[in-house]
């Protein structure tokens, strides 16, 4: 539901101190809700007077913040101007046109768990699969991370633009992040290039900022998009305080590259750091100051009504929804599940089909052949010298296969072709496990063989199990 500020206001503010730089940005903000139905929110989020909305998620389902922002972009106003800000449990988010075989570790994200609840001492979470729908690269978020999402008219639209709005709240407290080529925000590294502070206006540079400067800078915030012919979505992350930094890639690097060449989009591997290194409080109070920030620098691009933005956190501002009201400003709770588009689109997220099945075409060998003469990574010991493994997969289906174990040419031709009958049509992530396929398919004395087979494959596409 849409819920607006009827707490207390600021408080007051503290420093923190951490590795980088003090926290000047950290306030206590009372959080008492009086609520609207989702019925308020669809009815104010769709009005046609509805020209500028911030709204702040206090979901952290990522099925249901993602099909928010679609409702968003789908169904606000065309000349209207939307911040939405959430923050997710622990996932892996690839983009639109990615294949998650290649862009994740699934077996791991399976396996293991990661530092999860807002308040570090409650223990740990899973790490959930999502697909979004716009495009890009494959990034992680939990607790200690920010998404925003900025929706505009097309003609509007800029990549710079919001990333520089979300980069001068950064700035408040760590004067090294700047916005990169790539659009991306950055904390330049090394010691200082020049005397004196940053300056406030140029966002894309810093006084660590050179040409070839070494260490890398450390990306904190990266971007995607989607364009129509009316709207343009812009949303992107913030590493703020991520308690799992150190785990990150070990998510982001899959056990299958060496073996696969794919179609799609493939993620720009960067170096990663937070925003606020070393912050070990609460994560939500963090998060939601700069959400408040955050929602401040739009109101203050847009020349958002004060009274509207006020209402996130001032108690003598009473909140109304009026016909003649341009600028709205609320919170979002749970029940805005029961929207249909959005219930619908949770329904689309999680689907094993969406997940999995928008996959673009790609190949599994495990050795050299004429489309991938690339050299390979050297197999598990157990893994059969003679045999040979092949699958060409679209949509998640192998539409191919050429597995065998025999030296012998027309054996091992044999052998690929009974495993193509048992193998071929199948949808990889409904595979429990590739033993139970390959044994239909082999003779009992070959049985070692194939499981060391099944165990590399099982490996490689993370056991193709169901991980929404």
């Not at 679609?70 to 294949?99: A, D, E, K």
């Not at 989607?226 to 930094?245: E, I, V």
């Not at 033993?435 to 009992?444: E, S, V």
């Amino acid at each position: 539901m849409l819920r607006w500020k009827s707490g207390s206001s600021i408080l007051y503010r503290r420093r923190y101190t951490c590795r980088l730089k003090p926290l000047k940005l950290l306030h206590t903000v009372s959080r008492q809700y009086s609520s609207f139905g989702s019925t308020t929110f669809r009815e104010v989020a769709t009005k046609s007077t509805s020209k500028r909305q911030i709204y702040i998620s206090r979901i952290s389902d990522p099925y249901v913040n993602l099909s928010i922002e679609h409702f968003l972009l789908q169904n606000t106003p065309p000349n209207s101007t939307v911040l939405f800000l959430y923050v997710n449990s622990p996932c892996v988010v690839i983009g639109r046109n990615q294949n998650p075989w290649l862009e994740t570790d699934l077996e791991l994200m399976r396996d293991t768990h990661v530092i999860g609840r807002r308040n570090l001492r409650k223990g740990h979470e899973s790490v959930q699969l999502v697909r979004r729908r716009s495009g890009g690269g494959a990034v992680f978020h939990d607790y200690g991370n920010v998404n925003y999402s900025v929706i505009c008219p097309t003609p509007d639209f800029s990549r710079n633009k919001h990333a520089e709005m979300v980069t001068r709240v950064i700035r408040r407290d760590n004067p090294r992040a700047r916005v990169n080529e790539r659009h991306d925000i950055v904390l330049d590294q090394g010691s200082l290039q020049e005397d004196g502070e940053p300056n406030s206006v140029d966002l894309h540079r810093t006084r660590q900022h050179q040409e070839d400067i070494s260490p890398p800078a450390l990306k904190v915030s990266g971007s995607a998009y989607k364009l129509t012919r009316q709207r343009s979505l812009h949303h992107g992350t913030c590493l703020l305080a991520s308690p799992n930094l150190d785990v990150i890639s070990n998510y982001l690097r899959s056990p299958a590259r060496p073996f696969m060449k794919a179609r799609g989009v493939d993620s720009v591997r960067s170096p990663v750091g937070n925003v606020y290194d070393g912050f070990r409080r609460n994560l939500e109070d963090l998060t939601f100051a700069f959400q408040i920030a955050v929602a401040e620098s739009f109101a203050h691009l847009y020349e958002f009504d004060k009274t509207g933005i006020s209402q996130l956190t001032d108690p003598d501002d009473k909140a109304s929804i009026e016909p003649r009201f341009q600028h709205i400003c609320g919170y979002i709770e749970g029940d805005v599940k029961d929207i249909p588009e959005i219930k619908t689109g949770i329904e689309e997220l999680k689907s094993l089909d969406w997940i999995f099945g928008q996959t673009p075409q790609f190949t599994i060998s495990s050795h050299p052949f004429e489309d991938d003469d690339r050299e390979r990574p050297p197999l598990p010991n157990e893994f059969p010298p003679s045999a040979r493994v092949y699958l060409k997969v679209r949509s998640g289906i192998i539409t191919s296969s050429n597995i065998s174990i025999s030296s012998n040419q027309d054996v091992a031709q044999e052998e690929a072709e009974r495993v193509g009958h048992f193998l071929n049509e199948r949808n990889i992530q409904e595979i429990g496990s590739f033993k139970n396929i390959l044994n239909k398919a082999a003779c009992q004395e070959k049985a070692g063989k194939i499981a060391a087979i099944s165990s590399w494959l099982d490996s490689i596409f993370g056991n193709g199990n169901n991980l929404s």
